[in-house]
């Protein structure tokens, strides 16, 4: 019996372990988009995000005042100031040449050209000298290092959720996402109840066909799945581009995946419970609608999680069947389009990241105690 009891305690502690893991490697990125998406943008670029409540350094270029703003002293003429606008800051180093932005030490002297010198203090004050009178407008180009102090703002959510057709493509999002779960769902369902309790010829066929259509890729479905999509429109009025369409992808690409699971949890259901029905006069349609799907939520919520997610972020078949006009783009091709050319605007890809996951996060978090549940409950047959 202790071994029993050893065994199983080191069965649930691994257990634990692995869902720590699988925890942390969920939550860790989140947590990086979140904080990304609330800092500065200039700090962004010069360090990760696990360094966000510590000081960064940063390196900035700048040009010193130019010929008028030198006076003379003592047969030296003289231009200074402060390269902060704010009078705050600390400077780390500083240099003349773009090869090296860090080459002299803050507080130390640099000898530039024809008796030229200068320096950059701490606070930001320079001094630059010159035995012969400056000339021209343009200054000193000068490289710093500065330490910057933590900085966030929210301003990047102001870019995301106030540029406009956000709202538009919100509502676009769901108006897609919704129907698009709740049909495969429907569907599934009986088709599950079918083919796990119900005797008829080519019943293991249509199971190995679906098992099959599990590895069939998206991509290489796509185009001839619009084209017939197109050629049946076509053929009964119905215009291309609407809702109806990506409706009907997206039930066409959850439906193999969505039967397979439900079929194997309806499956593991007690046959007491069917046969007792069955004696009791009920039809299968009642057996399906009074018993199997309240047993079977759990499934049904794990299935919906999953579908939700696909459609929720998808691209790809929404730009296809629904098109890219300002009225019928979905959220994940808004905040595309809001970002395009300025790839390298990581406060605005961050904020846009953690503006798409918030709506799963809402549903995965109201159905994750059917989650697990609904995933392992098929695994094991009923009594």
Do not use: C
Request: aromatic share 12%; charged share 15%.
């Amino acid at each position: 019996m202790a071994n029993t009891r050893g065994k199983s305690f080191i069965g649930r502690f691994g257990v634990h372990i692995a869902v720590l893991i699988f925890v942390a490697i969920w939550t860790i990125p989140t947590l990086g988009i979140l904080v990304t998406s609330l800092r500065d943008k200039d700090q962004i670029t010069v360090s990760g995000w696990w360094t966000a409540l510590t000081s960064s350094t940063q390196t900035v270029a700048g040009r010193l005042p130019g010929a008028s703003a030198q006076v003379e002293r003592d047969g030296t003429f003289v231009i200074e100031g402060n390269i902060f606008e704010s009078g705050s800051g600390q400077v780390g180093a500083f240099g003349t040449r773009v090869q090296a932005p860090t080459q002299y030490a803050a507080g130390e002297t640099a000898e530039l050209n024809d008796g030229v010198t200068m320096q950059l203090n701490e606070d930001g004050s320079f001094v630059l000298t010159s035995p012969q009178a400056f000339e021209g407008d343009r200054g000193q180009r000068v490289y710093y290092s500065v330490l910057q102090p933590p900085s966030f703002t929210t301003e990047n959510y102001n870019t995301v959720l106030f540029s406009e057709g956000i709202g538009r493509s919100f509502l676009n999002s769901l108006t897609v996402t919704v129907p698009a779960t709740v049909i495969p769902i429907l569907i599934a369902a009986f088709a599950a109840y079918a083919l796990a309790w119900m005797r008829f010829p080519g019943r293991a066929l249509l199971i190995a066909a679906i098992i099959g259509l599990l590895v069939v890729p998206l991509q290489m479905s796509l185009i001839p799945l619009l084209k017939l999509y197109n050629g049946v429109g076509a053929f009964f009025g119905v215009p291309a581009k609407t809702y109806l369409g990506i409706w009907l992808a997206h039930t066409g690409f959850g439906l193999p995946f969505a039967i397979y699971l439900l079929r194997s949890y309806i499956a593991g259901l007690p046959r007491e419970i069917m046969e007792s029905a069955r004696i009791d006069g009920a039809s299968d349609f009642e057996i399906f609608v009074k018993i199997v799907l309240p047993l079977s939520f759990p499934v049904l919520a794990s299935f919906a999680i999953f579908q939700f997610l696909w459609v929720w972020n998808d691209l790809l078949v929404a730009m296809v069947f629904l098109g890219s006009g300002s009225d019928q783009l979905v959220l994940t091709g808004k905040l595309n389009a809001l970002l395009g050319s300025r790839g390298g605007d990581w406060e605005i890809l961050a904020t846009s990241a953690f503006v798409t996951i918030i709506v799963p996060l809402i549903v995965f978090f109201s159905l994750q105690r059917y989650f697990v549940r609904g995933l392992l409950a098929g695994s094991v047959k009923g009594g």
